[in-house]
T-cell receptor, first 112, second 115 residues
């Protein structure tokens, strides 16, 4: 099935560092979302973006909807150990079943 | 956010048997529910989209006769894996949303192991 490309695939960082990850697509999306998945759990919605160029924050998380509508970025500031997990981007289709296309995921590990 | 509950959280079944997984929206009415499968260290792959009261829309390559989906009410959808085989072992996750322009919330997932 179709997937969005995320990078990096995985990253190890020190506690307190800032983290950046991005998501790119060959198709345009009108809605971009970022989720976090802990081991053995379902994804949890972190941020939803609805407008090209939009910059939205949720605590230490900031996400941007790329101006071309083909990419999105997620930044985590001052990382803490509980930030560990897998981060997925997703694009939501604007017609048909309005389904979500998920990214390949970025696995984050925080070293205390 | 809204609450979506899956049951069971994990299940082990014998090869050749069928297994039913339930997905419930606890505090909202879900017009649409999605079913995903996730293999270890991989992303979520959409299996099918179900709308209340109508037949599910399956993604290409997903066998509708093997993965039976029923969305009989606005708060419940079920996925039945029929004649399960070891290669069906996976993490199955549902999500539910109230309408086409609202976001979906995920259940906690069901770990299926077929032995």
């Amino acid at each position: 099935g179709q997937q969005l490309n995320q990078s990096p695939q995985s990253m190890f960082i020190q506690e307190g560092e800032d983290v950046s990850m991005n998501c790119t697509s060959s198709s345009i999306f009108n809605t971009w979302l970022w989720y976090k998945q802990d081991p053995g759990e379902g994804p949890v919605l972190l941020i939803a973006l609805y407008k090209a160029g939009e910059l939205t924050s949720n605590g230490r998380l900031t996400a941007q909807f790329g101006i071309t509508r083909k990419d999105s970025f997620l930044n985590i500031s001052a990382s803490i150990p509980s930030d560990v997990g897998i981060y997925f981007c997703a694009g939501r289709l604007s017609s048909g079943t309005y389904k979500y296309i998920f990214g390949t995921g970025t696995r984050l590990k925080v070293l205390a | 956010g809204a609450v979506v509950s899956q049951h069971p959280s994990w299940v082990i079944c014998k090869s050749g048997t069928s297994v039913k997984i339930e997905c419930r929206s606890l505090d909202f009415q879900a017009t649409t529910m999605f079913w995903y499968r996730q293999f270890p260290k991989q992303s979520l792959m959409l299996m099918a989209t179900s709308n209340e009261g109508s037949k599910a829309t399956y993604e290409q390559g997903v066998e509708k006769d093997k993965f039976l989906i029923n969305h009989a009410s606005l708060t419940l959808s079920t996925l039945t894996v029929t004649s399960a085989h070891p290669e069906d072992s996976s993490f199955y996750i549902c999500s539910a949303r109230a309408g086409p322009n609202t976001e979906a919330f995920f259940g906690q997932g069901t770990r299926l192991t077929v032995v």
